[in-house]
């Protein structure tokens, strides 16, 4: 079973400081998507990043950025000079190929860090 | 705003009771899941369709159920409400039921009195 593992539960950072959210997978697929999204206090769901399991290549956008390591099976996610806006709970998430028909797919959520930007 | 939409925003009901939850997807995609948050389980995966097809089942109780209508809206049922079925149910949507991103709605949020 696939699974995604985010250990720090809450995290408290003073405004301007960068912060690394952790997560770790478990798959048994050779070809997977790994997702990080937000959940700011409104509740809804925002989708920030989207990496493929056969491209480690780590980007920036912005003040985002993302390390991919496929050795470790990690994907840890990094906030340059954090803002209160900021403050949300952040999940991990793989996606998982399931039934047995063609296009079965699902995403498979950690539990969440909850990020509080301190001004 | 991420084009899925998701009515009601919230909805308050008692034991023993059916609700209807409505999730109309971004324009264009053809795939739907459903989701559930709650605090104990955290987010998880209910029943996803694609093209009015239902394509996977995950963690959903017999006692819900859902479709994708021909104008792929989509629609989840549920039935004999119980306490611990207060969570926040989340709608989201992809073009096609493959690894492409998933959308999500803004949730609605059920309370089971």
């Known amino acids: 079973a696939q699974k995604v593992t985010q250990a720090q539960t809450e995290i408290s950072v003073v405004e301007k400081e960068d912060v690394t959210l952790d997560c770790v997978y478990e798959?048994?697929?050779?070809?997977?998507?790994l997702f990080w999204y937000k959940q700011p206090p409104s509740g809804e769901l925002v989708f920030l990043i989207r990496?493929?399991?056969?491209?480690?290549q780590n980007e920036i956008s912005g003040r985002y950025s993302w390390n991919f390591q496929k050795s470790t099976s990690s994907f840890n996610f990094t906030i340059t000079a954090s803002q209160v806006v900021d403050s949300a709970v952040y999940f991990c998430?793989?996606?998982?190929?399931?039934?047995?028909?063609?296009?079965?797919?699902?995403?498979?959520f950690g539990k969440g860090t909850k990020l509080s930007v301190i001004p | 705003d991420s084009g899925v939409t998701q009515t009601p925003k919230h909805l308050i009901t008692a034991t023993g009771q059916r609700v209807t939850l409505r999730c109309s997807p971004r324009?264009?995609?053809?795939?739907v899941y459903w989701y559930q948050q709650s605090l104990d389980q955290g987010l998880q995966f209910l029943i996803q369709?694609?093209?009015?097809?239902?394509?996977a089942k995950g963690n959903i109780l017999e006692r819900f159920s859902a479709q994708q209508f021909p104008d792929l809206h989509s629609e989840l049922n549920l039935s004999s409400l119980e306490l611990g079925d207060s969570a926040l149910y989340f709608c989201?949507?992809?073009?096609?039921?493959?690894?492409?991103?998933?959308?999500f709605g803004p949730g609605t949020r059920l309370t089971v009195l």
């Open positions: 798959t048994r697929d050779t070809t997977y998507y």
């Open positions: 369709y694609y093209n009015g097809e239902e394509r």
């Open positions: 324009s264009g995609d053809l795939s």
């Open positions: 989201a949507s992809s073009l096609y039921p493959s690894t492409d991103t998933q959308y």
């Open positions: 990496r493929n399991s056969f491209d480690e």
């Open positions: 998430a793989l996606s998982e190929a399931k039934g047995s028909g063609a296009g079965s797919y699902q995403l498979t």
